[in-house]
T-cell receptor, first 117, second 112 residues
């Protein structure tokens, strides 16, 4: 149980284009979904938190107009990197929280490797 | 702000031996949750063990156990009978009100 998928697993795009990453909770309804960014050999950095039907809450320093988050349903959240630049190249990980059986437990997707040329 | 500190960037252990990974945190909250996640080379984050701060009993999951010292704000992970598949980055995490913060991680290598 508690499986989270991400698509695509890796993507290469040209500078200036937009890229959408999907995050799905496959066997549970996620009350909250999270988006993280991870640089090589570093820890996870929280980008934003989203609740279904509400606007995402972004961490300080994260541009909300660049990283658009849509949490359209209890099983799907999307992250769109708009007008991507090489510095946006990174590993993006989503997670989902059910609130049960133990609150605040996050289950993570396998991640998306983004390379902007 | 909550902070999580993992002071051991790298550790190694012989197969079948026991190893303990350290984690300390700082918070003024009383009811929170602590986790250990494992990130193997595939980079998939895997939940290893979790602890509710209001529970005094230390959590245990098969070969994995924690030593939770609330007053000292310490949350160490003990891996018994280490296996080659335990080789990974291990992240300690603190969460309060759905705000999860991670430590810098400890890279564990299990040697045959």
């Amino acid at each position: 149980g508690a499986v989270v998928s991400q698509h695509p697993s890796r993507v290469i795009c040209k500078s200036g284009t937009s890229v959408k990453i999907e995050c799905r909770s496959l066997d549970f309804q996620a009350t909250t979904m999270f988006w993280y960014r991870q640089f090589p050999k570093q820890s996870l950095m929280l980008m934003a938190t989203s609740n279904e039907g509400s606007k995402a809450t972004y961490e300080q320093g994260v541009e909300k107009d660049k990283f658009l988050i849509n949490h359209a349903s209890l099983t799907l959240s999307t992250l769109t990197v708009t007008s991507a630049h090489p510095e946006d190249s990174s590993f993006y990980i989503c997670s989902a929280s059910t609130g049960l059986p133990i609150p605040e437990t996050q289950y993570f997707g396998p991640g998306t490797r983004l390379l902007v040329l | 702000a909550q902070t999580v500190t993992q002071s051991q960037p790298e550790m190694s252990v012989q197969e079948a031996e026991t190893v303990t990974l350290s984690c300390t945190y700082d918070t003024s909250e009383n009811n929170y949750y602590l986790f250990w996640y494992k990130q193997p080379p595939s980079r998939q984050m895997i939940l290893v063990i979790r602890q509710e701060a209001y529970k005094q009993q230390n959590a245990t999951e098969n070969r994995f156990s924690v030593n939770f010292q609330k007053a000292a704000k310490s949350f160490s992970l003990k891996i018994s009978d280490s296996q080659l598949g335990d080789t990974a980055m291990y992240f300690c995490a603190f969460t309060y009100n759905n705000d999860m913060r991670f430590g810098a991680g400890t890279r564990l290598t299990v040697k045959p």
